[in-house]
């Protein structure tokens, strides 16, 4: 069965940091596509970044760009999300999404970050 | 980039089917057959329905169902039963600086 645990959501004050892990079993990891798709409280999915199965090629959202980073650990069957300069609007769930051929086929159960002073 | 435009809302009684639209741009729904659909009852994760505009992942119902004219996807759920009650989100593969695009989202109702 497969299974996307993530975690290392919390409160974060506006302009800090906070890295999001998600580790993945059931599959093989290293031959999947990886995202992050986050929702804010009562609004609709964003998709934010991915990253291929040896993580060397990674895409980021418009809004996201410049602020948060992918990357991942084949041997640790994980994958993370660095993000700095947290703003209010960054607030949302956060998923661990696999990737395979173009749709979205399994999902963790996802963890909140709020952003707030 | 903006979202793909879904209905906020639509609603029908059990047995009835109902559609949901998607519409985009030439640049995603009308210029890929990449486009896919999910269920998100509250409080949980989404759950993939239907992918490559129509193909049905193993284990999903027949009930749904997807399709494509131009830029407009179509998720289309025929018998409706109470537990079809969620919201629906549709997703497109784009070429623009952000890959990936998800539409607003349509909560549906069953009477």
């Known amino acids: 069965e497969v299974q996307l645990v993530e975690s290392g959501g919390g409160l974060v004050q506006p302009g800090g940091s906070l890295r999001l892990s998600c580790v993945a079993s059931?599959?093989?990891?290293?031959?999947?596509?990886m995202t992050w798709v986050r929702q804010a409280p009562g609004k609709g999915l964003e998709w934010v970044a991915n990253?291929?199965?040896?993580?060397?090629?990674?895409h980021y959202a418009d809004s996201v760009k410049g602020r948060i980073t992918v990357s991942r650990d084949n041997a640790r069957n994980s994958v993370y999300l660095q993000m700095n300069s947290l703003r209010g609007e960054d607030t949302a769930v956060y998923y661990c999404?696999?990737?395979?051929?173009?749709?979205?086929?399994?999902w963790g159960q996802g963890t909140l970050v709020t952003v707030s002073s | 980039q903006s979202a793909l435009t879904q209905p906020a809302s639509v609603s029908g009684s059990p047995g009835q089917s109902i559609t949901i639209s998607c519409t985009g741009t030439?640049?995603?729904?009308?210029?890929?057959?990449?486009v896919s659909w999910y269920q998100q009852y509250p409080g949980k994760a989404p759950k993939l329905m239907i992918s490559?505009?129509?193909n049905r992942p193993s284990g999903v119902s027949n009930r749904f169902s997807g399709s494509k004219s131009g830029n407009t996807a179509s998720l289309t759920i025929s018998g409706l039963q109470a537990e079809d009650e969620a919201d629906y989100y549709c997703?497109?593969?784009?070429?623009?600086?952000?890959?990936?695009?998800f539409g607003g989202g349509t909560k549906l109702t069953v009477l």
């Open positions: 490559d505009v129509s």
């Open positions: 030439s640049s995603d729904v009308g210029g890929y057959n990449y």
């Open positions: 999404v696999r990737h395979i051929n173009w749709s979205f086929d399994s």
């Open positions: 997703s497109s593969y784009t070429r623009s600086s952000t890959p990936w695009l």
């Open positions: 990253i291929k199965e040896d993580g060397s090629e990674k």
């Open positions: 059931g599959f093989t990891f290293s031959t999947y596509w």
